[in-house]
């Protein structure tokens, strides 16, 4: 029998369906973290209506108890709720355990300090050169790239704008003056 009809005896079982910002919201997770577990299974995959990826909500409710479980800073919470109780009288999920938790501030804090201690890697490099070969100070780019945010970290450049869609922004970076220094530092690529 269905937990949902056992809790709502007069409405039958929810058809409606999310797009990937709304399915990660109704599941917990951030919409790149969701992704991930459409990518490892956890989640099942999307329907295609009008060329556009959709979930259903009945099966992102039943996958809603895998996701806490793929996720190791929840797995004690959901393990603490009784498992027999239908799920509208089981407690939910404290607050504290939102996303971005202390495991990603820990994780960030060791990215700045590892880039601030190690050399400009290759990858920094040719995105440093390809602001001088365009010769501009902005560049504009699809997707999130860690080089990037290594130079951000460095202070080479900075983020000034961003648009959806969130899995692959558009963003624009300019250099700051410290970032043209070292520009200006770079010798130039030999001919081929």
């Known amino acids: 029998m269905d937990e949902n009809i056992v809790c709502e005896p007069g409405i039958a079982r929810d058809t409606r369906l999310v797009d990937r910002r709304r399915a990660a919201a109704h599941v917990g997770v951030t919409a790149g973290r969701f992704e991930q577990l459409v ?8 329907v295609m209506v009008d ?6 909500i009945a099966l992102l409710d039943v996958a809603k108890d895998a996701v806490v479980g793929s996720m190791p800073c929840l797995a004690q ?12 009288q089981r407690d939910p999920v404290p607050a504290a355990h939102e996303l971005p938790d202390q495991a990603w501030f820990a994780q960030r804090a060791r990215f700045v300090q590892r880039v601030r201690r190690s050399l400009l890697s290759g990858n920094e490099i040719r995105l440093l050169r390809e602001f ?8 504009s780019m ?7 945010e290594a130079l ?13 869609p ?25 001919a081929i």
């Open 39 to 46: 990518r490892d299974n956890v989640v099942p995959p999307p």
């Open 51 to 56: 060329n556009k990826r959709r979930w259903p």
């Open 77 to 88: 919470v959901a393990s603490d709720a009784p498992q027999d109780a239908p799920p509208c």
């Open 132 to 139: 001088k070969l365009l010769r501009q100070n902005q560049i």
């Open 142 to 148: 699809y997707g999130y790239y860690g080089s990037f």
């Open 152 to 164: 951000m970290v460095r202070g080479y450049i900075v983020e000034i704008d961003r648009k959806p």
């Open 166 to 190: 969130s899995s692959r922004p558009l963003v624009t970076y300019r250099l700051t003056a410290q970032g043209e220094q070292v520009i200006a530092a770079l010798k130039d690529e030999p």
